[in-house]
T-cell receptor, first 116, second 111 residues
């Protein structure tokens, strides 16, 4: 059974703290993604990675950084958490897109982060 | 620019049929996905369309018209467990083949 796991389901942090969100997948997928999801806005891509040590900015990278030292692990870092980063964070993984093949994304359960 | 539109909320009756529409504008269309997301849970894959026409999978079907920039998800014989949000996403080859997501349609099923 394919699986994407995230380190925490719920997290409460204070403004200014450094926050680490970890994501691990066991499907040997090349692509990994970090999204945030807020009511009425849909999924917004923060960063993605298509290979080890590779990263690409998504639509809203400001205030975030990522690390991919191993193929199965993709970490999201909030260098100095702010209240506007309170959100649901979803990690996903997929195979590389090849032509028009179906490379569906598999999602982790999400981390609900609250920054006070 | 890129844009995906779908209704914010829909209501339907148990046992009935509902159609959720999705319109999109993107320069490099390379496939369309539908996902289901129950409240508090992660999205799960439902269907994928890249060619025009209808893809059927049990009670769920998805249709695509590339010339019209239009897709719909059809749910038949609705069950209470179908109450969820349904997300439309378009893969764009001009954006590193990443998915452009709609805001989702919240479907409420009433007995």
């Amino acid at each position: 059974d394919v699986k994407v796991t995230q380190s925490s389901r719920y997290l409460v942090k204070r403004t200014g703290e450094k926050v680490f969100l970890e994501c691990v997948q066991d499907m040997d997928h090349e692509n990994m993604f970090w999204y945030r999801q807020d009511p009425g806005l849909g999924l917004r891509l923060i960063y993605f990675s298509y290979d080890v040590k590779m990263k690409e900015k998504g639509d809203i990278p400001e205030g975030y950084s990522v690390s991919r030292e191993k193929k199965e692990r993709f970490s999201l870092i909030l260098e100095s958490a702010s209240t506007n980063q309170t959100s649901m964070y979803l990690c996903a993984s997929s195979l590389l897109a090849s032509g028009s093949t179906n490379n569906e994304q598999f999602f982790g359960p999400g981390t609900r982060l609250t920054v006070l | 620019g890129q844009n995906i539109d779908q209704p914010t909320e829909m209501t339907a009756t148990e046992g009935a049929i509902v159609q959720i529409n999705c319109t999109y504008q993107t320069s490099g269309f390379n496939g369309l996905f539908w996902y289901q997301q129950h409240a508090g849970e992660a999205p799960t894959f439902l269907s994928y369309n890249v060619l025009d026409g209808l893809e059927e999978k049990g009670r769920f079907s998805s249709f695509l018209s590339r010339s019209k920039g239009y897709s719909y998800l059809l749910l038949k014989e609705l069950q209470m467990k179908d109450s969820a949000s349904y997300l439309c996403a378009v893969r764009d080859k001009n954006s590193n083949y990443q998915l452009i997501w709609g805001a989702g349609t919240k479907l409420i099923i009433k007995p």
